[in-house]
């Protein structure tokens, strides 16, 4: 008898003979029939219409869905003077001085021709201190760095990058990021992960 139901092509009757309410008035039985229906109608339209994880995430970009799929290495990375990057012949002091300033917990290491050779960690240089205490300071980065470091690129996801931290116990902060041809132009921390809403602030992944 609803006008609706005539208009429509295809009528589903999800009528139900009696409320759970013990008076028959307030609408309980009915409104769990129209869920179960309108799931089940959602889940065979997304079905039909092939309806991808990366659909979802373009009408929810701000869930965590959405980040986990439309955010990119690129949009959180640390850059300009909160990146450093020094060169293989600096010093461990002024290496010091250039990672406290970026405010980071590494720098990017590049060669003579400016391309991404290591990286070095203010952990490198603490365990360096310890093996010459006297002289550490004023030797050569090129000593002290890491030559083989990990590194992405703008363009991955950043839950790709949140793989390679947890595949790497070993260097669990700091990620390179790098350009086509291998000079840095960022640094991804893990703490950049969480406050971009990947990494919950207890350790776990947003999945």
């Given at each position: 008898?609803?006008?609706?139901?005539?208009?429509?092509?295809?009528?589903?009757?999800?009528?139900?003979?009696?409320?759970?309410?013990?008076?028959?008035?307030?609408?309980?039985?009915?409104?769990?029939?129209?869920?179960?229906?309108?799931?089940?109608?959602?889940?065979?339209?997304?079905?039909?219409?092939?309806?991808?994880?990366?659909?979802?995430?373009?009408?929810?970009?701000?869930?965590?869905?959405?980040?986990r799929l439309?955010?990119?290495?690129?949009?959180?990375?640390?850059?300009?003077?909160?990146?450093?990057?020094?060169?293989?012949?600096t010093t461990?002091?002024?290496?010091?001085?250039?990672?406290?300033?970026?405010?980071?917990?590494?720098?990017?290491?590049?060669?003579?021709?400016?391309?991404?050779?290591?990286?070095?960690?203010?952990?490198?240089?603490?365990?360096?201190?310890?093996?010459?205490?006297?002289?550490?300071?004023?030797?050569?980065?090129?000593?002290?760095?890491?030559?083989?470091?990990?590194?992405t690129t703008?363009?991955?996801?950043?839950?790709?990058?949140?793989?390679?931290?947890?595949?790497?116990?070993?260097?669990?902060?700091?990620?390179?990021?790098?350009?086509?041809?291998?000079?840095?132009?960022?640094?991804?921390?893990?703490?950049?992960?969480?406050?971009?809403?990947?990494?919950?602030?207890?350790?776990?992944?947003?999945?």
């Amino acid at each position: 008898e609803s006008s609706l139901a005539r208009a429509a092509d295809i009528f589903v009757d999800a009528s139900v003979p009696k409320e759970a309410c013990p008076h028959n008035l307030a609408p309980t039985t009915s409104t769990t029939a129209m869920l179960a229906l309108g799931d089940a109608l959602a889940l065979a339209v997304m079905e039909a219409r092939n309806f991808s994880r990366a659909d979802y995430a373009l009408l929810h970009p701000a869930g965590s869905l959405g980040r986990r799929l439309l955010l990119s290495v690129g949009d959180i990375m640390r850059t300009g003077e909160a990146l450093a990057v020094i060169g293989e012949s600096t010093t461990l002091t002024d290496a010091l001085f250039a990672i406290t300033k970026a405010g980071a917990g590494a720098a990017c290491v590049t060669d003579a021709t400016g391309k991404l050779s290591g990286i070095l960690t203010d952990g490198d240089i603490r365990r360096f201190l310890l093996r010459a205490p006297d002289t550490a300071l004023r030797e050569k980065v090129a000593d002290a760095m890491s030559r083989t470091p990990r590194v992405t690129t703008p363009e991955k996801l950043a839950v790709e990058a949140l793989d390679q931290f947890e595949n790497d116990v070993a260097r669990p902060g700091d990620l390179p990021v790098v350009s086509e041809d291998s000079r840095p132009v960022g640094m991804l921390m893990l703490k950049d992960l969480v406050r971009a809403g990947i990494v919950l602030p207890d350790g776990d992944a947003v999945r």
